[in-house]
């Protein structure tokens, strides 16, 4: 999917195959290991939405897990949210598999300079 078309990048749906019992936590992370740039959602979030705009805007092609379109993403909500120590858990990004966090940290991030380095190191931008 490309982000000119009006995608946010690689959604992926959560199957019996990708969707192993166990911690949510320990999923997260694995979801979070196997693509240079992940983004935990919520479709109907306005500050989801945003994020999403602001990597496809850069040349990203995110992957995109929205938890309300999957069974147990509640209680990976509930995970990302203890993570974070905050509420709400969304949106929640990880570049290379390491947690950036919520969109406060993404956007200072990206206004002090540092967001695009960590896309670099990530493979996930080549400019």
């Not at 997260?28 to 602001?54: D, G, P, Q, T």
Request: hydrophobic share 40%; with cysteine.
């Amino acid at each position: 999917m490309h982000c000119q078309t009006g995608s946010w990048g690689t959604y992926m749906p959560t199957t019996r195959s990708t969707a192993t019992v166990g911690d949510p936590l320990e999923r997260i992370e694995r979801l979070a290991a196997e693509n240079a740039v992940v983004i935990f959602s919520i479709s109907s979030c306005c500050m989801c939405h945003s994020i999403k705009r602001l990597f496809c805007g850069m040349g990203v092609n995110p992957t995109v897990y929205e938890l309300d379109e999957d069974p147990r993403g509640k209680d990976m909500e509930n995970a990302l949210m203890r993570l974070l120590g905050t509420s709400p858990a969304v949106p929640v990004v990880f570049i290379g598999g390491k947690l950036v966090g919520a969109m406060d940290r993404v956007m200072a991030s990206h206004i002090n300079g540092t967001l695009v380095p960590l896309l670099k190191q990530a493979g996930a931008l080549w400019l």
